[in-house]
């Protein structure tokens, strides 16, 4: 059974701070995901990570599969990043549901 | 864009009750998913289903729950006798791609409160 650790579990910023977010996991995966929550509960997909990097926007995900490390990075933090940050990994195939860390809580103060 | 939907946004029932949770997935996705997630804690997976069949499920998805494709459209999460600690916000996910590691699109959520 995959063990998803996350850290901080709760960060808080002032706005244009550069955020890191990492997250450490017990077994080998196929994938892992970052996801942000926002206050209403919804669930917003940011990224699947099999290997190396992925960017969007402000947004930069990396993963080290030897050292089953991933890590969340936020360029030129604002307010409207503050929402719940979660990884998640997925053991097997399509079919395997995630395994989900207990999330980050981010406030970015202006 | 397409997206999930799940309906109700928030159901109030009694304990022992039934309760269905629905769940419209993005029409041409093909691996579907429930998860929980008690107020304060971690998501939770429950079950996938492909192929109009479970794949999966977790230790918490025991015989009081099932699921269902009832339609070309729907899935549905049953809860047949509701307990106190079923309370939770329920998310239905669904995925597209068939044998690879396909990006989860998540519903909005339904809030299940039992009293």
């Known amino acids: 059974k995959n063990e998803v650790e996350q850290s901080p579990q709760n960060l808080t910023a002032q706005e244009g701070e550069f955020i890191t977010i990492n997250c450490s996991y017990s077994v080998g995966i196929s994938a892992l995901h970052w996801l942000q929550q926002h206050p209403g509960g919804g669930i917003v997909s940011l990224f699947m990570l099999s290997s190396g990097k992925k960017k969007h926007g402000r947004l930069i995900a990396t993963i080290n599969i030897q050292e089953k490390h991933s890590s969340l990075h936020i360029t030129a933090s604002h307010p409207r990043d503050s929402a719940v940050y979660i990884c998640?990994?997925?053991?097997?195939?399509?079919?395997?549901?995630?395994?989900f860390g207990k999330g980050t809580h981010l406030i970015i103060q202006p | 864009e397409p997206e999930v939907t799940q309906t109700p946004s928030h159901q109030v029932t009694q304990m022992g009750q039934e309760v269905i949770l629905r769940c419209v997935p993005i029409?041409?996705?093909?691996?579907f998913y429930w998860y929980r997630q008690i107020l304060g804690q971690k998501v939770e997976f429950l079950v996938s289903?492909?192929?109009?069949?479970?794949?999966?499920k977790s230790e918490i998805f025991d015989d009081q729950f099932s699921v269902e494709r009832p339609d070309g459209s729907n899935f549905t999460l049953k809860i047949r006798s509701t307990k106190l600690e079923d309370s939770a916000m329920y998310f239905c996910?669904?995925?597209?791609?068939?044998?690879?590691?396909?990006?989860?699109?998540f519903g909005p959520g339904t809030r299940l409160t039992v009293l």
């Open positions: 289903f492909y192929n109009n069949e479970i794949s999966e």
């Open positions: 998640a990994a997925r053991s097997g195939g399509g079919a395997d549901g995630l395994t």
């Open positions: 029409s041409n996705h093909l691996y």
């Open positions: 996910a669904s995925t597209y791609r068939v044998r690879s590691r396909g990006e989860q699109f």
